[in-house]
């Protein structure tokens, strides 16, 4: 099993930056992939972005490609999501996951899938 803790949300002005880290307990979180799915209000739960257990590969939404990369450390057991050139629109809670694969991952979230708590993004206008 798989416990995610998200942080580093926080209120950001459009044009602005923010990453996100979500750290991950126990000793296998480096056979785990990683990604972050966001949640606006009253819309559903949308992928954002994905990573291989090795971090080899990386997947992104086509609305937040070129301003958001993920990276993962597993040495510190952390999955990272820096965001640039942040927009109102990117407004919304972001939940860390963890699945077997990346390709699951961008598929949807499985019914095995590990979740974080959310962390809240706000982007002014």
């Known amino acids: 099993q798989v416990q995610l803790v998200e942080s580093g949300g926080g209120l950001v002005q459009a044009g602005g930056s923010l990453r996100l880290s979500c750290a991950a307990s126990?000793?296998?979180?480096?056979?785990?992939?990683m990604g972050w799915f966001r949640q606006a209000p009253g819309q559903e739960r949308e992928f954002v972005a994905a990573?291989?257990?090795?971090?080899?590969?990386?997947y992104c939404a086509d609305s937040v490609k070129g301003r958001f990369t993920i990276s993962r450390d597993n040495t510190e057991n952390t999955v990272y999501l820096q965001m640039n050139s942040l927009k109102p629109e990117d407004t919304a809670v972001y939940y860390c996951a963890a699945d077997l694969t990346a390709e699951r991952i961008v598929a949807g979230p499985s019914q095995g899938v590990y979740w974080g708590q959310g962390t809240q993004v706000t982007v002014s206008s």
């Open positions: 126990g000793r296998t979180f480096r056979y785990y992939a």
């Open positions: 990573i291989s257990r090795a971090g080899v590969n990386t």
